[in-house]
């Protein structure tokens, strides 16, 4: 079995407890490696590595161009080594060989789009109402980041992270989801090989309480960059608050997928199961509620249930498994019991709604793809984040509804309009109260495309040109260029 290390100032190293605790394949149940159990002396420790770093020595004193060649190196390592990345994800997360795959191919270019950023960052020169003096404008690091990451995708956004905050010069401090720590511990191998100097990037794993709560607190972190859940944002939050920091939180979800009467319903098929299917429904963006219009309601119904039937479960190793074990016992039987709430409350499964027993399930965690029809948006199953196999389809009569329900729900990440109508896409988008809004497609993202959410779902932005300016901060400098000394008791 494995035992894996903190990573801090560039080297591998025991936690100060001496203490590990066990990681499990979700298809297997079986404990396949020990993550180290950090805590408040090693979240001490990665703090000062990072501040360090951060205020003197090589970091410091790069130019903005070989920090993008040091991130443009570290894409290179990451692609040459996205299929061992992978492995060790789909074995400790449970996420699909071919979607794993797929995100570790395309992470690269984060780092590759900011690393070409790092040294497009530029001031101004201010055109001062007042003679005698010249002022201009720096953007500077805004500090040591905490990065703390949730486990449905532990690489990709972590990467939607640190390739902002690395192109702005700031030094990272990351805490990992403590169900999926392996692969950031692996990353964490491939810093000092791009040429990034030792405590840039450090790394320490343990639980919520024991490191995400002093690394929040910590008084040398300036910034925190934090992806989970709403409940644990708003704590963050609240820590930010108290010690005056900088926070950009990216929470939940309950996204509308919305099907309009007059939608290509191949495509829209397509893409209800892409919304709640795909990563076994384990996405913030999840098209968790699907809208459709009366007119066509049954109908669609029928067609999505034929396709719904054929996802196959399995090994997430194998090519042809299309749904994935849930990734731990506490979210599957949270799962579970989303399920036998939307029964009591009166809707019908007419899929699935069971565990996962079939023998390619293995001994894994297994919710079976499940649909419930009749769900009125004011259930708890339309209205909370499941983070499952569980779509609730909700019937509309008209745009006007489908608008008012779709907005009546706390979250606002995403959402998503089936039309062939261009006016009518047009005048969703504009309504519909998310960070992202899909037409005729879903979960479609990039890193040029700014993402975050509406309401509950979040504070700030990751993803576009924009999102560097979430780890700078601005200077004003004021030069006199008069000969003139003026009045002390004056404002100038
Ligand atoms: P979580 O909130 O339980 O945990 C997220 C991280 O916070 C973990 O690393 C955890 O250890 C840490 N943490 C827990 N308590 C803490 C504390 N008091 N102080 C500091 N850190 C603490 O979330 P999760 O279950 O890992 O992830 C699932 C959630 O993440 C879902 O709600 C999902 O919608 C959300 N999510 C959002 C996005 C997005 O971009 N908006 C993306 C993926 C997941």
């Known amino acids: 079995m494995k035992r894996y290390q903190l990573r801090i100032a560039g080297k591998a190293q025991e936690p100060a407890g001496l ?3 066990e990681t499990q394949n979700p298809y297997t149940g079986q404990t396949w490696a020990e993550i180290p159990r950090g805590d408040a002396r090693d979240v001490d420790l990665a703090v000062q590595a990072a501040h360090q770093a951060l205020t003197s020595g090589p970091w410091a004193e790069m130019t903005p161009t070989q920090r993008g060649a040091s991130m443009r190196k570290l ?6 080594d996205a299929s061992r990345l992978a492995a060790i994800e789909v074995r400790d997360n449970g996420k699909l060989l071919a979607e794993m795959q797929g995100q570790l191919n395309y992470l690269p270019q984060w780092f ?3 690393g070409g950023l790092a040294d497009k960052v530029q001031g101004s020169t201010l055109p001062l109402d007042k003679k005698g003096y010249f002022a201009f404008t720096r953007h500077e690091p805004v500090g040591v980041v905490a990065a703390i990451t949730p486990w449905n995708s532990p690489l990709l956004l972590l990467g939607w992270k640190i390739a902002p905050a690395l192109a ?14 392996a692969s950031t511990l692996e990353l964490a191998e491939l810093f000092e090989a791009a040429g990034f100097p030792p405590g840039v990037f450090n790394v320490v794993t343990g639980f919520g309480t024991e490191v995400g709560t002093p690394l929040v607190e910590h008084p040398l972190v300036r910034k925190i960059s934090f992806t989970g859940s709403d409940s644990t944002g708003r704590l963050i939050n609240e820590a930010a608050g108290r010690h005056l920091k900088h926070a950009s939180l990216e929470l939940g979800g309950k996204s509308p997928n919305i099907v309009f009467e007059d939608a290509d319903l191949e495509q829209a098929v397509s893409g209800a199961i892409s919304g709640i299917f795909a990563a076994t429904g384990q996405t913030c963006i999840a098209g968790s509620r699907l809208l459709v219009q009366d007119s066509i309601h049954d109908a669609f119904v029928d067609r999505l249930l034929a396709v719904a039937r054929t996802a196959r479960m399995g090994d997430p190793m194998d090519p042809s498994t ?7 016992p506490l979210q599957y039987r949270k799962v579970l019991e989303y399920i036998d709430i939307a029964r009591g409350e009166g809707a019908t499964a007419i899929l699935g709604g069971e565990k996962g027993t079939s023998p390619e399930c293995g001994a894994g965690w297994f919710v079976q793809p499940t649909i419930f029809t009749g769900v009125r948006n004011h259930m708890r199953i339309a209205q909370e984040e499941v983070f499952g196999p569980v779509l609730s389809i909700i019937r509309f009569k008209d745009e006007a509804d489908a608008l008012r329900i779709a907005n009546d729900v706390r979250f606002g990440l995403a959402a998503a309009v089936w039309t062939q109508d261009i006016g009518r896409a047009i005048r969703m988008s504009e309504k519909l109260q998310a960070g992202t809004v899909w037409v005729n497609t879903y979960r479609a993202i990039s890193f040029m495309a700014p993402f975050g959410g509406y309401k509950d779902s979040g504070l700030g932005r990751e993803n576009g040109a924009d999102a560097i300016r979430e780890y700078l901060q601005t200077k004003c400098v004021w030069i006199n260029s008069g000969a003139a000394t003026a009045n002390p008791f004056v404002m100038r």
Do not use: M
């Open 322 to 328: 299309q749904v994935g074990p849930v990734t731990t």
């Open 112 to 114: 590759h789009y900011y």
């Open 168 to 181: 702005a010069g700031c030094t990272v401090v990351v805490k990992p989801s403590e169900f999926t720590s």
């Open 75 to 80: 894409a290179d390592l990451i692609e040459r």
């Open 19 to 21: 203490a590990w605790f």
